[in-house]
């Protein structure tokens, strides 16, 4: 820098007091900065140190850690400062196999909650029940996937300050609970129920600052959302075909593949069909050209059928998810109140008309395309997407993390009634002790 300076800007003693200035200085940041380094370097060092040390120090003499035990590490180990390098590691054993849903999301050890960049990634993941030896109380949580539920393998020992959590995405009428056991066994649910301690739906919903807005029980949905432009509008125009339904499970509890048959004969009156696409139906659409398939689904169709297998509280799952990224009005058909997932006039609830209704309300919107439109106008708002692989994940950790909750006592004394409040009918064949 200094021999660069244009001298016939400054004159000749100006010139040399501020060369030697610089000199000076530069001098002096330099010396700052090895110091600096060096000092860094040092605590860096005795931060892993000491990081090592704490890891390594066993926590606890092997053996059976009895409930309620005093001078359980776990209390001081909760107590370690969190934020999001904490170095205190949760643990979370995945009891079951991790074949299936969710704890298929969550791999092995850490790396998930890195992949996904978390707010919290300090949680370690494993299946293998002997990480710490024979002694499950070491884990911070124990995750029970809920439709691998079984009385005969359980833990054999718990502490207090373990959370036991319920997971299921399933539905709660496929899926319930009969053993009296579990009434007072969970003190944590990650379920699609909104009222989980994490919940985790199928679909979430962000407004346009990006935050997520549901779904929730009363959401104060936006009242005026602006009409559709002509572009749209012109899109939507193109559309042919009535309604489009992809199934795989051809019998269901909630008899879905009835309403279908009688939806069909009442649209056959007006000239209109319900094309059924997957193992159920006379169409194929391969799961390998799910991109070819939405975007023909998007093109032809007015209406696309979201209609669950069971009808249990809040369970909607990820078909709704396809009708509103893909331009398409869904019927839908399930046991959740909608109220608490989609913007009021952005879907049909097949469950509140009978069929003919229904073929003749569908008759007259795909008649009348300025009724039909309606139907999008939170489009310019709201956008749908699969929280599934990244922000439910990121969730149970974030919860490990959140002292207040973890250190707080909580039991579901009535397991099985807040899971399915029709468990006395759906267990009425369950032999308890067997
Ligand atoms: C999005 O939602 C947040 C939280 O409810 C709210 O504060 C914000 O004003 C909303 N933004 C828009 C554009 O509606
Ligand atoms: C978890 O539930 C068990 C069994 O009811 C209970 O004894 C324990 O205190 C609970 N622990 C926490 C941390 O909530």
Redesign the pocket.
Known sequence: MCGTHDSRLLPQSAYHTNCFYNRFLKRILYRQLTRGIFLVTCICLTAALAWFKLDTVPDQPDGISW?GQEDDTRITRSKGKTNRFSTYFKYILLWNTPDYAPFSFYGQGQRVFLKNNCAAINCYVTTERKFFGADTTEFDAIAFNGRLLYSNDLPKHRT?????IYINMESAENYPVCNSIFD??F?WTSTYKLNSDIPTPYLMVKNNTGQVIGPQANIGWSKDFPEINEEYSRKLMKKSKAAAWFVSNCLTRSRREDLVKRLQKALAFYGLTVDVYGRCGPLKSPRQQNKVCNARLERDYFFYLSLENSFAEDYVTEKLLTALQHDIVPIVYGGANYERFLPPGSYIDARKYNAADLAALMDWLMRTPKMYQQFFRWKSQLTYSDPSLVENVCKLCKALNDQEKFQE???YDKFRMWWNPNYHNRCRYFIEGY
């Open positions: 409930l207090m300050y373990q959370k036991f007072g066994y003190n006592k909580s039991v």
